[in-house]
């Protein structure tokens, strides 16, 4: 069973950085696909980042250049680097990934394309 366990978030003031973990079971089992979301109360959920298995990656306008997405498949680990935090960055963050059965398109942030989530980790920035 695919399993993913977030970790890294926390508080910290505006131009800070934090880095995402993601520990999951899901290079195990075969993915077509990573990505990270975040949702801020009262908004919906929305796509932050994404990688490929082959390690291409997309960005949603709102962190590119700021954040960067990575995997270590050795480890089984997805990564979410963010620098120059905002106080817009504060969210519940989450890692997703989608079945290998299923394609990958770049920029398809559409949560019910993918097949599993963790709990997320909560970011907190401010200003």
């Known amino acids: 069973q695919v399993h993913l366990v977030e970790s890294g978030g926390g508080s910290v003031q505006a131009g800070g950085s934090l880095r995402l973990s993601c520990a999951t079971s899901?290079?195990?089992?075969?993915?077509?696909?990573m990505g990270w979301f975040r949702q801020a109360p009262g908004n919906q959920r929305e796509g932050v980042a994404m990688i490929t298995r082959a390690g291409g990656t997309h960005y949603a306008d709102s962190v590119k250049g700021r954040f960067t997405i990575s995997q270590d498949n050795t480890k089984s680990t997805l990564y979410l680097q963010m620098n120059t935090l905002k106080p817009d960055d504060t969210a519940m963050y989450y890692c997703?990934?989608?079945?290998?059965?299923?394609?990958?398109?770049?920029?398809?942030?559409?949560?019910?394309?993918?097949?599993?989530w963790g709990q997320g980790t909560q970011v907190t920035v401010s200003s």
């Open positions: 997703a990934a989608r079945s290998r059965s299923r394609i990958c398109y770049y920029g398809d942030y559409v949560a019910d394309n993918y097949d599993y």
């Open positions: 899901a290079y195990t089992y075969g993915v077509s696909c």
